[in-house]
Nanobody, 122 residues
Framework: QVQLVESGGGLVQPGGSLSLSCAASESISMYTLGWYRQAPGKQREVVAAISPGEAHTIHADSVQGRFTSSRDDAKTTVYLQMDSLDPEDTSVYYC????????????????WGQGTQVTVSS
């Protein structure tokens, strides 16, 4: 099974940027890859989902225009560029993989990383 490792989280001031990466242990070319987040006391939510070949990419309304997801299958890595960060974006961010796009959108992916903390605070 594919193993996923997120990196790039940290502390950033409001209005700042962070770039998250998620490295996979094997080829990801056939997977739909998703980014998710979960804040304390809140349900996990989908941030973005990107299909094989970037044929279909969705971003949550709350991050549309601020976050951009991308993938580099040659490097078996998926990225999340986060700009104009707001304290409401503070969460643990996870990447995940599944063969089914509907499962990615539903937050029901098959393989998950361990998460990386993003804190937006002055």
């Amino acid at each position: 099974q594919v193993q996923l490792v997120e990196s790039g989280g940290g502390l950033v001031q409001p209005g700042g940027s962070l770039s998250l990466s998620c490295a996979a242990s094997e080829s990801i070319s056939m997977y739909t890859l998703g980014w998710y987040r979960q804040a304390p006391g809140k349900q996990r939510e989908v941030v973005a989902a990107i299909s094989p070949g970037e044929a279909h990419t969705i971003h949550a309304d709350s991050v549309q225009g601020r976050f951009t997801s991308s993938r580099d299958d040659a490097k078996t890595t998926v990225y999340l560029q986060m700009d104009s960060l707001d304290p409401e974006d503070t969460s643990v961010y996870y990447c995940a993989a599944t063969f089914r796009r509907d499962r990615a959108i539903a937050g029901n992916a098959d393989y998950w990383g361990q998460g990386t903390q993003v804190t937006v605070s002055s």
